[in-house]
């Protein structure tokens, strides 16, 4: 049986991916959690893995040629996951790149435009009439460009459910913090349905949700961990 890869984790939806493919792959997994709201982040162990001081990371004892690997930023993760088990990133080549496009897509657009989202919205200081009706209304082309590429393929990348889907259906749970119902967007909401449906699904997001605060409950210390010049700091 093959020893268990260390997650480090907490439970957003950049950590949620990877639990998300753990659980589809049935890759055996132990949690390591990184508590984002106390500075777990910044401890010197941590950024030996990750350097840029962010979750998830991953540690993989049975590694290439058998020995241990680290591995970064929850992209490379999938893709270092999908190529060592063989499962849902496809090797056939225009398949491959499909799947890698709108990973991309996720890393680039999806995550940093809904974050910023997220925070004027929920978590800035002051609320911001610019920034909030900039973000939400990226949000809103966002959604507009998923659900156009749903109005062709069943799922993101084409036929099949890949780490594509992975990637960005974690982003897309806290729609309506986003500003954002999906009534509007038929064919995304079709596949949103599928994949929360899904059991594997359904168990990846429970991982460590009694760990996770929301805007209402976190203190100022937790806001300054998270936002504040700690993240600056050398």
Sequence with gaps: MARPIELYYWPTPNGHKITIFCEEAGVPYEIKPVDITAGDQFREEFLRISPNNK???????????????SVFESGAILIYLGEKTGKFYPQEPRRKYRTLEWLMFQMGTVGPMLGQNHHFRAYAPEKIPYAIERYTNEAARIYRVIDRR???????????????????FPWLISHERQGQRLEDFPSLKRWYEAIEARPAVRRALEVGRELRRSAEEMDERAREVLFGKRQYGR
């Design 150 to 168: 749903l109005s062709e393929s069943e799922y993101i990348a084409g036929d099949e459910y890949t780490i594509a889907d992975m990637a960005i």
């Design 55 to 69: 979750m998830p990371a991953i540690v993989d004892p049975e590694g290439p040629g058998g020995e241990p690997i």
